[in-house]
């Protein structure tokens, strides 16, 4: 197993760009497959491509909000200590591998935005505490957590088609989560995933007497050398006070919480812009004052570059699948061989394959869902299964999916190539465990 991790490992190295070429590469890529499987013109492909490169504007702040702001949380003081109390504990560099990928799966399990901050932010701490760990093996371990959260409390497809008045619901209806992510073959996938992921990555980890690259000390130098709540007035002003005022935060913070209620109360469902109004809320109250607070998020806007960057591009590429009809061409070449009990498991595949030009699960779901409820509807294939087919396709390529992975670079100052060796085994992996769940799903109820 370390000669296939140091094999793929050396072919990311030598072959892999950075995530931002990859964008480049990925868009060159669906021009070509659209002028040569439809037909279409450069022209038209480029119109395409032009009207929807901001097409996720929007999302692309949803996700950069949820990802600095998912850093305070992650970095609040309470939560530091919680860290640091089950870092304390671990002692050998299998063990941390292991608890790396827990606290990514966990925390990706509750909500993915806060998987991914806080399992990069843990795998950096047991880098630096326990001495002889495989730096990119547990930051690469602590992001393969955030496959769960496909089978999660965020999943974005299952939670969406489970909302009243979504996109799909004149074909398909609603879908209860109880149909999907709470579904007995789903609760059993997430529990196979949790237990065996950790070992796998423990597994990889090299041996005594090969190469292990660690960690340098030196990793925080910058970040700790700016006072998080240093207050640059004079102490002892109004202003200075203002602005170390627990009382200001702890009102503001009530009211959101407050909101939060009502909303609830009023029968509102969980969505992305609440999920960003409880953590930037949440913070507050962690945080303790509206200065430190300024100060920790500027920490964690760092890492939302890559994320500006190359979101746009992503959402270009998905505007040329879905106008050429490539993305209809490639799931009908896995549909037209499918029977009503092995549709999911192509849908999974389709969705694999898909995920690379669309890793966005809503974006994602807009075009490839309405033709997978049309199939499902058509063979007599089981909805919900289709559904999270189509979400396990989603959230197992992003396993190998840059456009995930850039928060935990941008904690870690490692390269795409550094970890991508290792994360295409653990792909391999939890793509056997998805396609089991899949098929034996499929088989067994119809």
Partial sequence: MNKLASFFTELMRKYLPDPFVFAIALTLLTVLLAMGIEGQGIGDVTRAWGKGFWSLLAFTTQMAV??????????????DR???????????PHTAIIVATLVGGIGS????GFGLVIGGIVAKKLALKVKGVHYPLIIAAAYSGFTMYGLGLSASIPVLVATPGHPTAKQMGIIPLTETIFSVPMLITSLVIIVTLPLLNAWLHPKKGEKIV????????DANASNAAEDMLEKGTLASKLNNSRILSLLIGALGVA??????????SLDLNLINFIILFLGIILLGTPAAYVAKLTEGIKTISGIILQYPFYAGIMAIMAASGLVTTISKVFVDVATPASLPFWGLISSFVINFFAPSAGGHWVIQGPFMIDAAR?????????TMAVMLGNAWNDLVQPFWILP??????LKLR?????TVIMMLWVGVIHITAVLAWGYLTH
């Fill in 418 to 422: 550094d970890v991508m060796g290792y």
């Fill in 109 to 112: 399990y509750l909500n993915w």
């Fill in 378 to 386: 058509e063979i007599g294939s089981a909805l919900n299964q289709t």
């Fill in 82 to 92: 919680l860290l640091n109390r089950i870092v304390s504990h671990v002692h050998k």
């Fill in 214 to 221: 660690e960690v340098d000390p030196a990793i925080d130098r």
């Fill in 66 to 79: 949820i990802l600095a702001m998912g850093y305070v949380l992650a970095t609040a003081p309470l939560t």
């Fill in 259 to 268: 909101y939060v209620a009502f909303h609830f109360i009023d029968g509102g």
């Fill in 408 to 413: 935990a670079l941008a904690l870690s100052k």
